[in-house]
């Protein structure tokens, strides 16, 4: 593998551990019933899809035989971002769009 493509490999691997912890710890700090109101899975779905999703990226790298463990980690974490967050958010402020 040249060399470029290594670093990047690693910047794209380790970026995704924060944006994983983000989630993680944004799901741990909503109310309950803001995932019922979204019509999401529960908040301990979420904590734990999201806590799995953290530990699978940081246990496995992208360029390993790991990787589709590595890469189900990263959608589960970016569907939490750009799915369930803004919908939790969007509740909690009473429906109203800034």
């Known amino acids: 593998m040249p060399i470029a493509a290594y670093w990047i490999l690693e ?3 380790w970026a ?3 944006v994983a912890a983000f989630a993680f710890i944004h799901a741990l700090m909503q109310r309950p019933d803001a ?3 979204a019509e999401r899975l529960t908040k301990p779905a979420w ?3 999201t806590a799995g999703a953290t530990l699978a990226l940081l246990l496995f ?3 390993s035989p790991g990787y589709i463990i590595w890469m189900a980690g990263l959608v589960a974490a970016l569907v939490y971002i750009v799915d369930v967050r803004p919908k939790l958010i969007e509740v909690q402020r009473g ?3 800034w």
């Open 11 to 13: 910047v794209i691997d």
């Open 61 to 63: 790298k992208f360029a």
């Open 16 to 18: 995704a551990v924060p």
């Open 35 to 37: 995932y019922t109101a």
């Open 95 to 97: 429906g109203q769009r």
């Open 47 to 49: 904590v734990g899809i």
